[in-house]
């Protein structure tokens, strides 16, 4: 809750400073579109506070292949469900490989805590929030990107409106430890706002940018290579004893980067027909005379 509170504080800091004058359109924006703003920051606490708490249970690559697996399935299904778009059989074989490939791991991921039923329920907890944040995370690209489209606001406006749940909820739970961190060494402060910039700054900045640009499916699979890079890292610190689960998180980042490219392929096959059915319709039928000298459609 502390570390969420402290580098969520100074992102909300950074969109605010950076948005100035025009703090007043976000104000605004908010005004008449509450029902809106109170979705959004709904999916933002679920979606990142469970991905913080689930980075407590289980280690960063699995909560990383799990999180991102499951924007990805969740928006594929957004996509296709609610909005009714068309995929072709690369992106769907690209699902269903990336949905066993997740499925699996968090079975061989369990089934290693099964020798130590202490540390069962932390595994399994971490599992769950895991996966509740990234249904979160794929329902707040889909919504987001809806809004976009609908309202045409800057991805800066969302940005500085987004989080504010977020701080209430966790700077209250937490004001005890927040203010322990705040007063502890210079380098540990240091530590958090690098954090900051690093992790939720830049990240938070360069999807809601997407979102403003990209189809909502696109986004959620353009992320897959979290957990590879969390999982080299595990790899370099602390290398794991058990090969299926790190062959299990390259297998599911494998399968979402097939995906990623079947899905670019069928967005812009979509994109380069819809202009030339509009610019070029279907000619009229032609008027061409009868035998008795009438006119016949």
């Known amino acids: 809750m502390a570390l969420a509170f402290v580098t969520f504080a100074v992102a909300q800091l950074v969109y605010t ?40 249970r289980i280690e960063a690559s699995v909560e990383s292949a799990i999180f991102q697996g499951v924007v990805a399935l969740g928006g594929f299904l957004l996509a296709t469900v609610w909005s009714g778009q068309r995929f072709g059989v690369a992106a769907r074989v690209g699902v269903l490989a990336a949905t066993a490939a997740l499925g699996l791991l968090v079975l061989a991921r369990l089934s290693q805590t099964l020798s130590a039923p202490k540390h069962d329920a932390s595994a399994l907890v971490g599992v769950v929030l895991a996966l509740i944040a990234g249904a979160s995370g794929a329902l707040y690209i889909h919504y987001s990107s809806a809004l976009h489209s609908r309202t045409e606001v800057s991805a800066n406006t969302v940005l500085c409106l987004r989080f504010v ?43 809601q940018f997407a979102i403003a640009r990209l189809p909502s499916v696109r986004v959620s699979v353009a992320t897959p290579f979290v957990a590879v890079i969390a999982l080299g890292s595990e790899y370099a610190v602390r290398p794991w004893g058990n090969i299926a689960v790190p062959v299990l998180v390259l297998a599911a980042s494998a399968a979402l980067v097939f995906t990623n490219v079947a899905l670019s392929s069928d967005l812009a096959r979509s994109a380069f027909l819809s202009p030339r059915n509009e610019e070029n319709p279907a000619p009229a039928p032609a008027m061409v005379p009868d035998t008795q000298g009438e006119t016949r459609s």
């Not at 007043?24 to 703003?37: D, L, T």
């Not at 900051?196 to 999807?207: E, H, M």
């Open 17 to 56: 400073t950076r948005a100035g004058k025009s703090i007043g359109v976000a104000v605004r924006f908010a005004r008449s579109h509450p029902r809106e703003i109170v979705v959004l920051n709904v999916l933002t606490l679920s979606s990142w506070l469970f991905m913080f708490m689930a980075l407590q």
């Open 165 to 207: 749940l977020l701080l209430m909820v966790t700077g209250a739970a937490s004001a005890g430890e927040t203010l322990k961190l705040l007063e502890s060494d210079q380098g540990t402060i240091l530590r958090l706002l690098a954090l900051s910039v690093a992790f939720v700054v830049v990240p938070t900045f360069l999807l």
